[in-house]
């Protein structure tokens, strides 16, 4: 495998560690709720080794992610539609608190590339 697809690979493994674990699943669970024995999860979220097409899909179905999050990490219009649809119930100054808070988390985050 070349370098550059070892990162790819290493980088949709990261990807699929952190849903697993903001779900709150083993290792053996989300095996078992994306239908993929715990041998192929545990390879494929350390990166070593490379995803099908179809088990990608699966992953994805499984932690409710677009398969475009767990490849490229940008989430799809659909994810943010429906973060927007989260938020659409906060009154005004709700929505002028969240907005404070995500500027000054966007500069945290800044801070920390």
């Known amino acids: 495998m070349k370098q550059e697809d ?26 078992e709720l994306a239908g993929v024995s715990h041998q ?3 390879v494929s979220e350390i990166g070593k080794k ?13 932690f409710g992610v677009s398969t475009d999050y767990l490849l490229t990490g940008k989430r799809s219009n ?3 539609n429906d ?4 938020i ?3 009154d005004e100054q709700e929505m002028d608190l969240l907005e404070q808070v ?3 988390f966007i500069v ?3 801070k920390d590339r």
Do not use: P, W, Y
């Not at 070892?6 to 095996?31: F, N, P, S």
């Not at 995803?51 to 179905?61: C, P, Q």
């Not at 973060?83 to 989260?86: H, L, P, S, V």
């Open 6 to 31: 070892t990162v790819i690979v290493k980088d949709v493994g990261k990807r699929i560690l952190e849903c697993r674990k903001r779900l709150g699943l083993t290792q053996e669970q989300a095996a």
């Open 40 to 42: 192929f999860f545990s």
């Open 50 to 62: 490379n995803m099908r097409a179809e088990n990608i899909v699966k992953v994805a179905n499984a």
């Open 78 to 80: 659909s994810e943010l």
């Open 83 to 86: 973060f927007a649809a989260k």
């Open 88 to 90: 659409s119930v906060l």
């Open 102 to 104: 995500i500027e000054l």
């Open 108 to 110: 945290a985050c800044k």
